[in-house]
Each structure stands twice: as C-alpha cells, then as structure tokens.
C-alpha cells in the first residue's frame, strides 16, 4: 500500500513514522513547509485506512484505529 502512495507521502510517512524525525525535521529534511508535512501525512493516513482497512484494523485500539506495528497506530 506505501509503494501507492505519491513519493512526496511516502517520503513523509518513512520520516515520519519510519524514522521517527519530527515534524520540523521532516519539513527541514524535505525543505518543505510543517503544514506540508501535517497535510502529506494526513491524506497519507487517510489513503492507507482505506487501502489496508480489512488487513489491519484494530478493535483493540478503538473505532477507527490501525496499528502499522507494535506502537505504531494511525
């Protein structure tokens, strides 16, 4: 589901998610804005609920919630 995702969310999403780097970094690493990197992430998010909702749901965490991995849930 990344690999579907625009470069410019999948960079945001590896960062983000994958790297840890906060919103600043991210935007400082990219040379993009913050508000950039919140948007990219969100749309990023919002298509990968829906891609892989039947895959990973997560009751557990509540209505709405996935888990990507141990601690990681959008």
Not at 21 to 29: G, H, I, K
Not at 33 to 49: G, I, M, N, Y
Not at 52 to 72: F, H
């Amino acid at each position: 589901a990344l690999q579907d995702l625009p470069s410019s969310q999948q960079d945001v999403v590896l960062l983000r998610l994958g790297e840890g780097l906060s919103t600043r970094e991210t935007a400082l690493r990219l040379g993009i804005s913050e508000d950039a990197v919140k948007s990219k992430l969100r749309r990023a998010r919002s298509t990968l609920r829906g891609s892989l909702e039947e895959y990973v749901s997560c009751p557990k965490c509540g209505p709405g919630t996935y888990a990507l991995g141990p601690g990681k849930v959008i």
